[in-house]
């Protein structure tokens, strides 16, 4: 495409003369230059998915695109839209390459026609099953039965088949020592296979189903597994939800299993496990080093090397007559049951004892079986931060070996859901209240169930010609760990206006400097505390805690609602818009061990309490207060639109009817005074943390494409909301399940401090931009003047005075958008002096640097007090990103 053709096509959506591809091109045609996130891979193990957003207007719905290095050579490139903005434009793109190419340092991003892979992915979707041929690799997909992957095949050889789910039943806990505990073992059953994407670089095929064991079918799956062109690897996203009674359901054992055909002989048959770092463990089945007799310098290299040994007939006779009184050890297991110690084991068959072979701190998850005749590589990602977890293999002496990755290890014991107490005598909600004015938890009987909770784990699989070097063993091992990712700079992603206000760093001033060093400080205090206090395992890794104790030296993880944060107070936004700023790797990958945890854990997928979230407690699901806060599509929007991740767009897709949930859950019961009756017609939802999560589902479903209703009641919420007498101030309405609209009633004010908190802002800030709404936009700015304004100026627009609000450096971003908005000087300065007066988060005064952390396990006693919440660094981190980008050039000195 010329660049003449491309800038006519944009003017038909409303560009401006010039395709605004790069904030800091000179010309359309030099398209956006991509990096790697943490900088160039040693190997594309298995393809790679990104995002790329475009301004307003500038992009034209059927732009294509190319993809070159920075040398000039085409990639191989397959796109898709995954966003659009109101007037049909593109807002966001997905691309996919494949390993065919060696990495490139950099990547230049632009318009024109993609290159073709040398071979495509190709799928053929038939009536029992799918076919994927990715050039290198096929793998066949049965539409039902208990086979998740029929087999896959590297040319004329079959490396694997039968891949299936399994789950370990216990119907007790095992607490009591004279009790007799029963193991039953369920298969996942295939219900629905659909093919989500078809190549040319990339396909997609979604598993759906349950496991199964005579006539119970329970703990429904979604299981994606995806494939790229010129490649031999598998990747695999795997979620079930917990819909067992927690009380007598306990998961001993969750994993997926192949079957590995063994071909070559014995001494030739060998296994890898990747250790800490690029460490790796070689063994053999049968081994021929060590022996007292020596069979030859080359047959002990090659083995050790995985190669195959030379002809056993020009081996020292000594040892090629006595091989069958060698051992074979056809069983190995790696188990990782806690984040800083794995165990490997082997054994040479059932029946007989495992011997210890190595052990170490964190193992890298990876595993292989197999021989120079072709072998299967296996792998989980955030394998010691998930712990318990493990790697099995087995009769790998055998015609067929097994390898199994666990997601939850057999031998850790069983998975235990169980409510932590039992109630303290909280029968009443005046009880219960009073246990919120002691423990900060909101009790009650019956809330604190795990039932419709999930979890989400990241698998892969290649089907290897021969048993890898240990060199090439680590590259897998990398590419398990840290799936490489294509990301778009700072300043492109701030260009395109994407995800309200913010701007990338600034450091052109001791002011800026100054705050920009305490985000920064911030940031790396909480990563550090992930690993000082060892928050990882299967259910916990991806939260942090809420509160700390410093007469302890503890964090609060024990006490009621200041225990796991839950997305209390949005540390998702802040560690998010902390990425978007920095463009840093760690940030991201914190963010995103955050937004699959947030988005499977404290959320509820199935039951009655479906779409709803858990608030902050001791268990992730513990506490009674279900709420459209947690599970808000605001949290989940990030990691899709940069990933295209098909799992987080179900998340957030589900949310699109959450309204219902105002049907089946009082969220005021505790205090309501008379009768609950919902009427679908007249529900009440709140303007502030309930409103919020519905327009930021619906928002997310508009751009996507997906549900027109979604963006009817989103327009007829946001108008109806400014049609109020005085709009947000009123704190809620009377709700309309059927279009979304909220009736006026009379004149009322009710303003609380955790209304604009939970993605509030954001979402005001975007759909004004989107829409330009003028009375949403005049009822949105009275809020954000008035929250930390004056009583007498709440009283003379509003009737009545707000009271003493809390969280007002928080709220400081509130009145720095009307400044910005307005372009207000006086409220420009407002807001600064809310920031530096640091009401419930941290003053200007604090000296942060004092408070870092060198090695010790615990903080030092007298720096604890300046951390004493998590949300008043997300929401300091909040306030300090959306004033710099809007009223940036109004900090005083």
Known sequence: ?????????????GAAGQIGWSAGAAHADEGVRLTWLEGLPRRLAAGTTWGVPWPKGTVPKDQTFALRTAAGTQVPMQTWATAYWPDGSLKWTAHAIGPEIAPSEQYVLGPGSPAAPAKAVTVEDGRDEVAVDTGVIRLRIPKKGERLVGSIIRGDREIARAGHLICLRQDESGDDESGSVKVERFEGRTEKVTVEQSGPVRAVVKIVGRHRRGGRSWLPFVVRLYLYAGGDGIR?????????????????????????????????????FAGTGDGVLAEAVRG??????????AVRQAQVAGQATPPVETWDTRVSSRLHLIPAFGDYSLRQLTADGFQVRKRTKPGHGWIPVDSGGRAGGLGYVGGPSGGFAFGLRNFWQLHPTQLDIRGAAGDVAEATVWLWSPDA????????HDGM?????????????????DYEPGFGTPYGVARTSELMFWALEATPAAEKVAELAEAVRTPPLVVAPPAHLHAAKVFGDWSPVDRSTPAKARIEDRLDFLFDFHSEQVEQRSWYGFWDYGDIMHS??????????DVGGYAWANSELSPDLWLWYHYLRTGKAEAFRFAEAMTRHTGEVDVYHLGKWRDLGTRHGVQHWADSAKQLRISTAGYRRFLYFLTADERIGDLMRDLVDSDKTFLVLDPIRKIRTGPYEPDPHALSVGTGTDWSGLALAWLTEWERGGDPVAKEKLLNSMRSIAAMPNGFARGGGLYDLDDGTFKPTEPAVSVGSLGAVFGLVEVCSELIHLTGDEAFTRAWLQYCRLYNGTAAEQQAETGKSWGNLNLRQAH????????????????????WKEFDTGHAGYPKSLEFKAVRVEGS??????????????????????AAIQCLALVGDHLPA
């Open 1 to 13: 495409m010329s660049r003449r053709t491309l800038i006519k096509s944009a003017a038909l959506v």
């Open 236 to 272: 695999a996203v795997h979620t079930f939800v917990y819909d067992g009674n927690e009380k007598k359901d306990f998961i001993r054992g969750l994993g997926i299993r192949f079957e590995v055909p063994m071909r070559d002989e014995l001494y030739n048959r060998h296994v890898r």
């Open 288 to 297: 021929i080093t060590g022996l007292r007799r020596d069979p030859g310098a």
């Open 413 to 420: 014991g069983p998975m235990d859901l169980r409510f932590y």
């Open 425 to 441: 005598g909280q029968d009443t909600y005046a009880e219960q209240l009073e246990g919120l004015e002691i423990s900060y938890e």
């Open 548 to 557: 700390y104790d410093p007469d302890r030296h503890v964090w609060r993880y």
């Open 812 to 831: 400081s971003r509130l009145t720095a958008y009307a400044a910005a908005k307005l372009g207000d000087a006086t409220l420009a300065a407002r807001a």
């Open 857 to 878: 396990k615990v903080l030092k006693p007298v720096d604890e007090t300046a951390f004493a919440s998590t949300n008043a660094s997300s929401q300091y981190g909040l």
